[in-house]
């Protein structure tokens, strides 16, 4: 039989890290000595074998040198282990709590539904976050509850690629209840709203198109949807100047200010409503 080849095992230095604090010294000195380390700096791929290991300063003394070398300098690094079985990737797999097996498998979940996990806020929002993408393969339909949860953890980030990335998932959401015969009101204007922060103004302003084609809708919905319209349509207009835009503007934004006379970002609206007025009328 010929030699096996050798399977390297990588290790975060940061995770490696998290379980110096964990172990005792002695534990941590038996796993480390004889493993390898790269600083994720050198140009060199090669890992150096680890000789002596000081826990209490998270420092390795690497074969071939006397200086020891602090972890925490190297936070890019990696351990890798080509020992039989990757002792310390198991030793640290080992040392976790559920919350924090739980909290790995979340992150990996979030990344592969196209989410950020370092853009929502806590544990309790990924969660209301993975709950969408798992009914959607379930072939299920997220309620009320589901949805207003999804709809705050991900609007919490405040970020562009998080919106874009919830919308195309809600997309796919509204797609079902369409096809069910019945969307709720709320999917019209929570899509709208995160198109619009997804920078996706011509998608957001169509999303909205349903203030004028559906009879009946309730009037916090009514004035979702007229404000984030006439939000739309005063950016679209910030880059193309566009008379006709404006007064699709105007047309909402008097909808909205119709159902919350005096609010606050819909002052801001009028004021920029006018000073973009000006500047057409200046460029005309």
């Known amino acids: 039989m010929g030699d096996e080849a050798v399977q390297e095992v990588t290790t975060p230095v940061s995770e490696v890290l998290a379980w110096l604090a964990r172990v005792p010294p002695e534990v941590a000195g038996e796993v480390l000595v004889g493993c390898g380390f790269h600083d994720g700096e050198s140009e060199s791929m090669d890992a150096t074998v680890i000789e002596a290991v000081d826990t209490g300063r998270a420092t390795v003394t690497l074969a071939g040198s006397d200086r020891p070398v602090s972890l925490r300098r190297f936070r890019d690094g990696e351990f890798v282990d080509t020992r039989p079985g990757g002792p310390l990737a198991a030793a640290v797999a080992a040392s976790r709590s559920p919350a924090e097996l739980m909290d790995k498998a979340e992150q990996l979940a979030l990344r592969r539904?196209?989410?950020?996990?370092?853009?929502?806020?806590?544990?309790?929002?990924?969660?209301?976050?993975?709950?969408?993408?798992?009914?959607?393969?379930?072939?299920?339909?997220?309620?009320?509850?589901?949805?207003?949860?999804?709809?705050?953890?991900?609007?919490?980030?405040?970020?562009?690629?998080?919106?874009?990335?919830?919308?195309?998932?809600?997309?796919?959401?509204?797609?079902?209840?369409?096809?069910?015969?019945?969307?709720?009101?709320?999917?019209?204007?929570?899509?709208?709203?995160?198109?619009?922060?997804?920078?996706?103004?011509?998608?957001?302003?169509?999303?909205?198109?349903?203030?004028?084609?559906?009879?009946g809708l309730g009037e916090g919905t009514r004035r979702y949807l007229a404000s984030t319209r006439a939000g739309s349509l005063l950016d679209l207009a910030e880059a193309q100047a566009a008379p006709s835009v404006l007064v699709e503007a105007e047309r909402a934004l008097r909808t909205a200010w119709a159902l919350a006379p005096g609010d606050g970002s819909l002052r801001a609206m009028w004021r920029t409503l006018n000073r973009l007025r000006e500047g057409i009328g200046q460029t005309e």
Not at 197 to 214: H, N, P, T
Request: positive net charge; without cysteine; hydrophobic residues 50%.
């Open 113 to 215: 539904a196209g989410f950020d996990p370092g853009k929502l806020a806590s544990s309790e929002a990924r969660r209301a976050v993975l709950a969408v993408p798992a009914l959607d393969a379930a072939g299920k339909l997220p309620d009320a509850r589901q949805r207003g949860a999804f709809y705050d953890a991900v609007r919490a980030g405040g970020d562009a690629g998080t919106a874009r990335t919830a919308a195309r998932l809600l997309g796919r959401v509204f797609l079902r209840f369409e096809a069910s015969g019945a969307v709720p009101e709320d999917l019209h204007w929570r899509m709208a709203v995160l198109l619009r922060q997804a920078g996706q103004l011509q998608a957001a302003v169509a999303a909205s198109d349903v203030l004028y084609e559906r009879p």
